[in-house]
């Protein structure tokens, strides 16, 4: 026996009674979307503000029953991973005491050119990430200080950059990732420093449309043009068809921000390319006469 | 109380919750389940509007907009009205 879940024709075409609660809480609705688009920042501020404790709280749970389950672990299990893990260490420290003479040389080499690397980074907490943020942005407490600003960059590792402060409301910050579908990003890509645009695809990937003559391959950096070395990811795939005069590079941020609980907001800005370049100038005068030289190449 | 007021009231704090805690698929599924526990579900616009003000930036593939999901949640709303409307259930 066939059963039908459908109305009887009479009753399908029954029309919307509108009635006054439906029309109030319509123009509730449109009243609210007016505020946001003529104030902005008004609603988002309070309601961020509001979600922000339950955020902050909803992660030092998070963070208690992981090191509730760290404790259960087996000992076994522990004493061999105290092994590795010291194996691995020993390989980091020889690691770090290179790249901290290399460090220092740079800051040496900066100081020639009466230029500092971010004299203040702001250790801002991830509140909320993707995918539980829909728009590849983060929430991030930037703390009561005031120093966040709109357009702060925002960095993982001090070189390592994801985004750019979006919006700062009280003591919670939007990071807008520059994976964000649609957002474009001037970058340079591997040693030869070749300009090109990324277009951000979502979750840390972006794309570029490069000239198949361009000499780029799988594994080269991808910074942003600034005087510091701010890697925004690696090449992973190259597109090239033989009809096609362009090849299409696909390339993804080295970390991925589910395991970080921290990011560094640049509150120093102070890589203004005019900037930097009478910084330059400054220091050197001769370099007047460079034409065409910019920060950008003495980017690694 | 009754008993489907009540059903509805759990599911809008299940929306709530997950606005706040969960990806925003979850909170589309959720936001489903709410149109179509009750007849006329006016609350699911107010959780599009929720996450737009919370997560929501201006969106380069979206013209830009900041709306994506309250429009998303209206669409989802008329989308349901006509469905409901032909089902038995909602009769």
């Known amino acids: 026996m066939r059963y039908s879940y459908r109305q009887p024709p009479k009753r399908a075409r029954r029309t919307l009674h509108t009635s006054y609660t439906a029309i109030f809480l319509v123009a509730v609705l449109i009243v609210l979307i007016l505020v946001q688009v003529f104030v902005p920042g008004f609603l988002s501020r309070i309601a961020r503000q509001a979600a922000a404790p339950v955020w902050n709280s909803e992660n030092r749970l998070t963070a208690g029953i992981g090191s509730l389950f760290e404790a259960m672990r087996s000992k076994q299990g522990l004493v061999e991973e105290n ?15 290179y790249i901290e003479a290399l460090e220092e040389e740079n800051k040496e080499l900066k100081a020639l050119l ?29 703390g009561a200080s005031g120093e966040a600003r709109v357009g702060n960059r925002v960095t993982i ?8 402060l979006a919006a700062v409301e009280g003591s919670v910050g939007t990071v807008q990732l520059f994976s964000t579908p649609g957002v474009e990003t001037d970058v340079l890509i591997g040693a030869t420093s070749t300009s090109a645009v990324a277009i951000g695809q979502g979750s840390g990937n972006f794309l570029i449309r490069l000239p198949r003559e361009l000499a780029v391959s799988v594994g ?72 065409t030289t910019t920060p950008n190449a003495i980017v690694p | 109380m009754d008993p489907l007021a009540r059903h509805r009231l759990i599911l809008n704090i299940c929306v709530l919750l997950s606005v706040l805690f969960l990806p925003w698929w979850a909170t589309i599924a959720l936001m489903g389940a709410v149109l179509f526990s009750s007849e006329r579900a006016f609350e699911v616009l107010f959780w599009g509007l929720l ?12 013209f ?15 989308l349901a009205f006509f469905i409901k409307r032909r089902l038995i259930f909602y009769s």
Do not use: C, H, W
């Open chain 2, 64 to 78: 830009n907009i900041t709306f994506l999901f309250t429009f998303g949640a209206g669409a989802m709303f008329v």
């Open chain 1, 83 to 97: 092994r590795a893990l010291e194996e691995r260490v020993r390989v980091y420290d020889a690691q770090a005491a």
């Open chain 1, 114 to 142: 009466n230029q500092s690397r971010f004299d203040s980074l702001l250790l801002a907490p991830i509140l909320r990430r993707p995918p539980a943020t829909p728009y590849d942005t983060l929430i991030v407490d930037v």
């Open chain 1, 220 to 291: 080269d950096p991808v910074f942003l043009p600034s005087i510091s070395p701010l890697i925004l990811g690696e090449v992973r795939e190259i597109e090239a068809d033989t009809s096609d005069p362009f090849s299409t590079i696909r390339f993804t941020s080295p970390l991925s921000l589910q395991g970080m609980r921290f990011v560094e907001i640049v509150t120093d800005d102070r890589e203004d390319p005019r900037e930097i370049r009478e910084n330059i100038e400054r220091a050197d005068p001769s370099s007047e006469n460079m034409g």
């Open chain 2, 51 to 62: 996450m737009d003000v919370l997560y929501g930036t201006p969106q380069p593939l979206f």
């Open chain 1, 157 to 164: 590792g001090g070189s390592f950059v994801v985004g750019k």
